[in-house]
């Protein structure tokens, strides 16, 4: 009786000591080391790209959508809810598919580009859309995109 009793309390003394370390969520890194302390908004990085054709920045955000294809990109929103296309560099590395509505600070370059329709139809394919939401995409566009080198999802 009395080396259950013991037992007992030293299960529970571990499960109550184990609970801060499951609560606190683990932010998982891909590809190369991102500096989240210098992490600005995507609404920032609108001013830092102003006048200029590509910057090296840490851009946070929330996922709005990823890759359902492979995992290669995802869509960042700001503030005002525009998207901010972001692309893995080379294939780097994967992201995981179920990470919409999770924090992310990302790091590479931004630059901005015109998208043709076919890539822009390509990714829609991506992302899930229908048949008729990919053939409603009949005009390129302008966007701001970061060539991401690593990233961080919390």
Not at 51 to 68: F, Y
Request: proline share 3%.
């Amino acid at each position: 009786m009395k080396k259950l009793l013991s037992i007992t309390v030293w299960v529970i003394a571990i499960i109550l000591l184990s609970i801060p370390a499951m609560a606190q969520k683990k932010a998982q890194q891909y590809g190369e080391k991102v500096d989240v302390k210098k992490a600005i908004t995507v609404s920032q990085l609108l001013k830092v790209l102003a006048g200029k054709g590509e910057a090296a920045v840490v851009v946070k955000g929330i996922i709005t959508e990823v890759c359902q294809a492979e995992g290669c990109w995802l869509k960042l929103k700001n503030d005002k809810g525009e998207p901010l296309f972001v692309k893995i560099k080379d294939h780097a590395f994967l992201l995981p598919k179920d990470i919409a509505g999770k924090k992310a600070t990302v790091s590479g370059v931004a630059v901005v580009t015109e998208v043709s329709v076919d890539e822009l139809k390509h990714y829609a394919e991506d992302a899930g859309k229908t048949e008729d939401e990919i053939a409603s995409i009949l005009q390129p566009s302008k966007e701001i995109r970061i060539n991401a080198t690593g990233i961080v999802v919390e």
